[in-house]
């Protein structure tokens, strides 16, 4: 049986390549997201070792009152077994772009030694006086070398400096490293502070990091003063910016999740279509004395060979997958991580040679369970080609179970209906995939029938194929439906979300512009709001601060001040209970969240600020807003004047603070705008933005997220459709006969060809129709379950995308069948009448 198992690899090596090729490209998917999952991991660390390269230890002052300064450095630098040492200050530095706005960025000081420098210089040189910089070269784009740049300083005033050097380093990663390199003299003329906030050490030749900080600690340390190894120190900076990329971990796992489903998919149907088509062979090896054990055995042996040998290629091939969407995702100049763990290997692996195995032994076992003479005379396929009793009842009790759960969904909370909708999405896509034999010959036939007076004879003989095994076209197209579905929901939900957004703005700001600073702790003059209120055009500005509210015993929460007229007339947030249309002194409005968290109602009385001198506030409404840049309203809102007497004593002026400005009637944006601008040159941190403005703000993380999955869910799709073209092959070697004797009555190449490529769209429009139909409904009732009053998800179909994913999947069909019709075209007529 052995010998025999190695002379029918050799005997089929088209068979098993088609299901090789299957294979591999369902571990490349599972492979490469887990690559892409590993990836984020990989570009943190090589960022932090960026950061900390050099350092062999890192000095901080960990106590309130204790500082390092310039005498503490030379300390160090006198310390036995220094080679070098250097202090690094990090303060915030805008940066005026080329188009004149204000742009957030930070500038750090030029470390003397050129081995603690956190950067690479691409170009130019490195700043030789207090009047030059360098920048990083995403930031430096537009600007040139020996061209001034403007930086601002935490008052606001402009300091000029001569752009002398680029640099470049690995994608920040959560780091928050500086995109400005300033000498040492040049960062304390941009900020009041100046004290050090680490001091790096670079140890002499013949030291170790352990010898180096025990010295050091001799030297230095003390009260309020920490001395670590650079890997200890490196490793603290990775544990503080971890959390930063574990949601999108999280993303590419889930990714990874959804690839072994569709690898699966994609692997059984190969693997069982070429068991069952081998079953006169298994029938015939019974009939001269194997035993049913050793025809199980030998099946399955195949299958883990070609399962093996397929797995590693790709899992090799995943690593390329993954190196190809970082690079289209992060550009030609993005850095590319392909890390290899234990993980990646033992579940590409798993995927490949489990699934494969589990493929082949289900109809493997079928095939052993028929008497030989009855396997001989009739194919086994034939027998279970139509669904049964236990699909339907699985279907309509998945089914049931879907509606039930979304029923309860639309009327719980967020929470709950979260995961009843969770529970509802699976139930209908396992409701989907058992109907879909069911599903399959009535929706061909429909297609057929239609497609008839414009194709012919090809459309009703592909009708015919695709409906004689409506398991086989079902579990063809059940990968393009997972695929399909998991793009159209996002698609769908992200059209909302934005819809939502926007309409949200245009409900609640009634502020034609908003006026913010691009350094959040960094305050806007008190005067702005009544010179911007003096520019023509203008009819109302309103000053609007965050600060850290304290209620009492019920805590500290982020709140909001407001002039009590804004409400009403610039700011309308959605009312659940009360009224809001203005804030007097002893009033306060609590959001919907702070009311569930605290149990606080309208009528209520809370003491705010400190327990000697408590100031009692009466709540007036329960509210529900939009979170939109400098129209925030935090947990709670309170009249102007009340925050001084609520407020923390470290929070007492605020943060984040902005000014709402609304036109006069008929006053044109177009032309009040650049008076605005202009008025805004007493405080140049400041920065306008109008609705729109801020509406493309909101939207654009949504979208950059939808380009990724988009991205991913691509790979997905090509899966499915490898997956169709690997059945449509090896259903031809099925059919070698039956298309001979087609051929012989009078069917041309082309019109076999033809039939087979109209077979191959037939499958492509029943899974895209089933994706998109599950994808949409799952996305209404999310829009159902997650909309508020103040942050709505309306159900938008967003037909121009939709049309896209349609339209793909119905033009990629022909692509997935051309190898497969025309292998069945070159078949000639008489060794295709021999074929057995």
């Not at 605020?654 to 008076?675: E, F, H, M, N, T």
């Amino acid at each position: 049986m052995l010998r025999t198992v190695f002379a029918g690899l050799k005997a089929r090596p088209l068979r098993l390549l088609l299901s090789a090729v299957a294979i591999a490209l369902g571990v490349a998917f599972v492979a490469g997201s887990f690559v892409l999952s590993d990836a984020v991991g990989a570009g943190l660390r090589d960022a932090v070792a960026f950061e900390t390269r050099g350092v062999d230890a890192s000095i901080t002052a960990t106590r309130h009152g204790i500082e390092l300064d310039d005498r503490t450095l030379a300390e160090v630098r006198a310390v036995p077994g220094v080679a070098a040492a250097d202090g690094r200050t990090t303060v915030s530095a805008p940066l005026r772009d080329p188009s004149g706005r204000p742009k957030d960025m930070a500038a750090t000081t030029l470390s003397a030694d050129e081995r603690l420098r956190p950067f690479d210089l691409t170009e130019g040189r490195v700043p030789s006086t207090e009047g030059e910089a360098v920048l990083d070269q995403e930031a430096a784009a537009g600007y040139a070398l020996g061209q001034p740049v403007t930086v601002f300083d935490q008052d606001g005033r402009a300091h000029s400096f001569t752009l002398v050097g680029k640099f470049s380093r690995p994608a920040d990663a959560g780091v928050g490293s500086a995109q400005l390199v300033l000498l040492p003299e040049a960062v304390r003329g941009l900020s009041a502070k100046t004290a050090l906030g680490e001091i790096v050490v670079r140890a002499a030749p013949g030291v170790t990091q352990p010898q180096l900080v025990a010295a050091l600690e001799h030297a230095v340390g003390g009260q309020g003063i920490t001395v670590v190894t650079g890997r200890q120190a490196a490793s603290q900076l990775l544990r503080e910016t971890a959390p930063d990329s574990a949601g999108l971990t999280k993303f590419f796992t889930a990714f990874a999740v959804l690839a072994m489903v569709v690898a699966a998919m994609v692997i059984t149907n190969s693997f069982t279509i070429l068991v069952a088509q081998r079953a006169r062979e298994l029938a015939l090896l019974r009939c001269v004395g194997a035993a049913r054990r050793q025809v199980f055995t030998s099946v399955l042996a195949e299958a883990v060979v070609v399962g093996l040998v397929a797995s590693v290629a790709g899992l090799f091939g995943g690593l390329g997958v993954a190196a190809a969407v970082q690079s289209i995702v992060g550009g030609h100049d993005a850095a590319v991580h392909i890390p290899l763990t234990a993980r990646t290997v033992v579940a590409a692996l798993a995927v490949g040679v489990l699934v494969t195995t589990a493929a082949a032994a289900l109809p493997a076992w079928a095939a052993t369970r028929v008497a030989p003479i009855e396997a001989l005379r009739t194919p086994i396929e034939g027998k279970s080609a139509r669904a049964g009793r236990p699909r339907v009842v699985t279907a309509v009790v998945s089914l049931a179970a879907g509606v039930v759960s979304a029923a309860f969904a639309v009327g719980a909370s967020v929470e709950t209906g979260a995961a009843l909708s969770v529970v509802a999405m699976v139930a209908l896509l396992g409701a989907v995939l058992a109907a879909g034999p069911l599903l399959a010959g009535p929706i061909v036939r429909t297609l057929g029938a239609v497609f008839a007076p414009l194709l012919g004879g090809p459309a009703k003989l592909a009708a015919l194929n695709a409906d004689s095994n409506p398991k086989r076209t079902a579990a063809s197209a059940a990968a393009l439906t997972i695929g399909l579905a998991v793009v159209s929901l996002a698609t769908t939900v992200t059209a909302g979300v934005e819809a939502g957004q926007g309409q949200a703005l245009d409900q609640q700001l009634a502020a034609d512009f908003t006026v913010t600073s691009v350094v959040s702790t960094q305050p806007l003059p008190a005067t702005l709001a009544d010179t911007l209120a003096a520019v023509p055009g203008v009819a109302a500005a309103a000053p609007r601060t965050s600060f850290s509210g304290d209620l009492g015993a019920r805590g500290g929460y982020g709140m909001t001040a407001v002039r009590g007229d804004a409400l009403g007339t610039l700011l309308r947030p959605a009312v659940l209970a009360g009224r809001l249309d203005r804030l007097g002194p002893g009033e306060l409005a609590v959001s919907s969240e702070l009311a569930k968290e605290t149990g606080l109602a309208v009528g209520d009385t809370v003491p705010a600020g400190p327990s000697a001198h408590p100031v009692p506030l009466r709540i007036v409404a329960v509210y529900d807003a939009v979170r939109a840049p400098g129209a925030d309203l935090g947990l709670a809102v309170v009249e102007l004047g009340q925050m001084p007497a609520i407020a923390y004593p470290g929070s007492i002026g605020g943060y984040d603070q902005s000014v709402l400005l609304k036109l006069s009637p008929g006053a044109d944006q177009s032309v009040v705008r650049p008076a605005l601008e202009r008025a805004l040159a007493v405080a140049p941190l400041a920065q306008l933005n109008s609705v729109a403005d801020l509406a493309e703000q909101l939207a654009a993380p949504v979208r950059s997220t939808l380009n990724l999955l988009w991205a991913l869910t691509a790979l997905a799709v090509l899966i499915a459709f490898a997956g169709i073209a690997n059945t449509l092959s090896l259903s031809v070697l099925e059919r070698t006969r039956e298309s001979a004797l087609l051929r012989a009555l009078g069917l041309t190449r082309g019109g076999l060809g033809a039939a087979l490529t109209v077979e191959s769209v037939f499958v492509a429009v029943l899974g895209a129709a089933c994706g998109l139909v599950l994808g949409i409904g799952s996305a209404w009732l999310i829009s159902r379950v997650a909309s508020s009053d103040g942050a709505p998800v309306l159900f938008t179909l967003p037909w121009g995308r939709l049309g896209i994913l349609l339209g793909a999947s119905v033009l990629a069909a022909p692509l997935a069948a051309a190898f497969p019709a025309r292998r069945a075209a070159r078949v000639s007529l008489t060794a295709g009448m021999a074929e057995q």
